[in-house]
């Protein structure tokens, strides 16, 4: 097989895996590290495959990603509402958008620990977190693309006697989606993020949590079994807006088809 064929797309991430698990081998022999430090693939993988057979992983797991995707829907919904009103009014924009830029400032893991504190170590606060990380990236995609509706096909709508509703199903939304789509990519990745953080700071399930048992127990292959479920995670759910983003915006990629004359054949 000619080296052109191993660089086409299909075989880019097989190959780029294959090439990263060759160099974390011969680091691991070769470097003189112990294995608490960096363990070889072969043992992360015996790990993983413990971690599977007694449930410990797949429990986990499943606690982290129930906190991803309410968090995620909460803050995405909560973003897409309160980013409609301020693209709307632009006097609600102005008083607001101080208060949101500078919330920003305050790093997720400052706060972490006040909201389980008020909150309780429960799912709320985890949830909660998550939505907080994801709200200010897909609030802001929101306005950008309401804003970057053409003004002339407004005035058409507006010269169609199109109601509000009219306006927002076949004009707004369609044309801001792609932009609130980007938004939604970054807040997928970002909301397991959050998730973490509100593991590290309490909880007695989840990922977080298990990387803070593991690194505890100095088990680091359990560490690389976490973090790489967790990177799995975020692929994964990168992946699924991805998909509905091709869904979605299929009618970008279809062709414009020419006129025709009333009497059903092209001019």
Same mark, same amino acid.
């Given at each position: 097989?000619?080296?052109?064929?191993?660089?086409?797309?299909?075989?880019?991430?097989?190959?780029?895996?294959?090439?990263?698990?060759?160099?974390?081998?011969?680091?691991?022999?070769?470097?003189?590290?112990?294995?608490?430090?960096?363990?070889?693939?072969?043992?992360?993988?015996?790990?993983?495959?413990?971690?599977?057979?007694?449930?410990?992983?797949?429990? #986990?797991?499943?606690?982290?990603? &129930?906190?991803? @995707?309410?968090?995620? $829907?909460?803050? !995405?919904?909560?973003? +897409? =509402?309160?980013?409609?009103?301020?693209?709307?009014?632009?006097?609600?924009?102005?008083?607001?958008?101080?208060?949101?830029?500078?919330?920003?400032?305050?790093?997720?893991?400052?706060?972490?620990?006040?909201?389980?504190?008020?909150?309780?170590?429960?799912?709320?606060?985890?949830?909660?977190?998550?939505?907080?990380?994801?709200?200010?990236?897909?609030?802001?995609?929101?306005?950008?693309?309401? #804003?970057?509706?053409?003004?002339? &096909?407004?005035? @058409?709508?507006?010269? $169609?006697?199109? !109601?509000?509703?009219? +306006? =927002?199903?076949?004009?707004?939304?369609?044309?801001?989606?792609?932009?609130?789509?980007?938004?939604?990519?970054?807040?997928?990745?970002?909301?397991?993020?959050?998730?973490?953080?509100?593991?590290?700071?309490?909880?007695?399930?989840?990922?977080?949590?298990?990387?803070?048992?593991?690194?505890?127990?100095?088990?680091?292959?359990?560490?690389?079994?976490?973090?790489?479920?967790?990177?799995?995670?975020?692929?994964?759910?990168?992946?699924?807006?991805? @998909?509905?983003?091709?869904?979605?915006?299929?009618?970008?990629?279809?062709?414009?088809?020419?006129?025709?004359?009333?009497?059903?054949?092209?001019?």
């Amino acid at each position: 097989m000619q080296l052109s064929s191993f660089l086409r797309p299909r075989w880019l991430m097989p190959l780029s895996a294959a090439l990263g698990l060759a160099a974390w081998a011969a680091l691991s022999r070769w470097s003189g590290l112990p294995a608490f430090i960096l363990p070889p693939p072969g043992r992360v993988a015996a790990r993983l495959w413990l971690t599977l057979q007694d449930g410990t992983l797949t429990r #986990h797991t499943a606690a982290t990603l &129930l906190e991803v @995707l309410l968090g995620l $829907l909460a803050g !995405s919904l909560a973003a +897409t =509402l309160l980013g409609y009103g301020l693209a709307r009014y632009r006097w609600l924009e102005r008083l607001l958008s101080p208060y949101l830029v500078a919330s920003q400032a305050i790093p997720i893991v400052a706060i972490a620990p006040l909201i389980v504190i008020w909150f309780g170590p429960g799912l709320f606060s985890k949830v909660l977190i998550c939505a907080l990380i994801v709200f200010f990236p897909i609030l802001i995609n929101t306005i950008v693309g309401l #804003h970057a509706v053409p003004e002339n &096909l407004r005035d @058409l709508m507006r010269s $169609l006697h199109a !109601s509000r509703w009219q +306006t =927002l199903r076949y004009l707004e939304i369609p044309a801001a989606m792609p932009v609130f789509l980007g938004g939604l990519r970054i807040g997928a990745t970002l909301s397991v993020i959050g998730a973490v953080v509100g593991e590290f700071v309490g909880a007695d399930r989840g990922l977080g949590f298990l990387i803070n048992v593991a690194r505890g127990q100095f088990d680091t292959a359990l560490v690389f079994v976490a973090v790489f479920t967790l990177i799995l995670l975020a692929l994964t759910l990168y992946g699924t807006v991805v @998909l509905a983003e091709h869904h979605w915006l299929r009618w970008q990629r279809c062709p414009a088809r020419p006129p025709q004359s009333p009497g059903g054949t092209q001019p």
